[in-house]
């Protein structure tokens, strides 16, 4: 099993920026594909952005394409989240998670427990 840290969250005005981290501990060979999911209140959680470790091929939701940024470190097992130009539609609880590629919460392996952004004026 692997265990995901998420950090970075925060309270942000809209068209701020944050940057999420996510750190994993256990074995990496356990996943090659790593990123972010987010649950706005009252909404079903949903598949932000996905990253390979292998060859870095990423994947975007269309919602967030051109202001986020996802990469990764594999020396360091940490993922980032590049959030820039936030909306109000972005507050959320982010989720770290592994085996995103196919970007269905049923077939996640490892969650971590969220960091909270706000967007808010």
């Known amino acids: 099993q692997v265990q995901l840290v998420e950090s970075g969250g925060g309270l942000v005005q809209p068209g701020g920026s944050l940057r999420l981290s996510c750190v994993a501990s256990?074995?990496?060979?356990?996943?090659?594909?790593i990123g972010w999911f987010r649950q706005a209140p009252g909404k079903e959680r949903e598949g932000v952005s996905c990253?390979?470790?292998?060859?870095?091929?990423?994947y975007y939701v269309d919602s967030v394409k051109g202001r986020f940024t996802i990469s990764r470190d594999n020396f360091k097992n940490t993922v980032y989240l590049q959030m820039n130009n936030l909306a109000p539609e972005d507050r959320a609880l982010y989720y770290c998670?592994?085996?995103?590629?196919?970007?269905?919460?049923?077939?996640?392996?490892?969650w971590g427990r969220g960091t909270q952004v706000t967007v808010s004026s």
């Open positions: 256990g074995s990496p060979s356990d996943y090659e594909h």
């Open positions: 990253i390979s470790r292998r060859d870095g091929r990423t």
């Open positions: 998670a592994t085996d995103c590629e196919l970007v269905d919460v049923g077939f996640v392996g490892s």
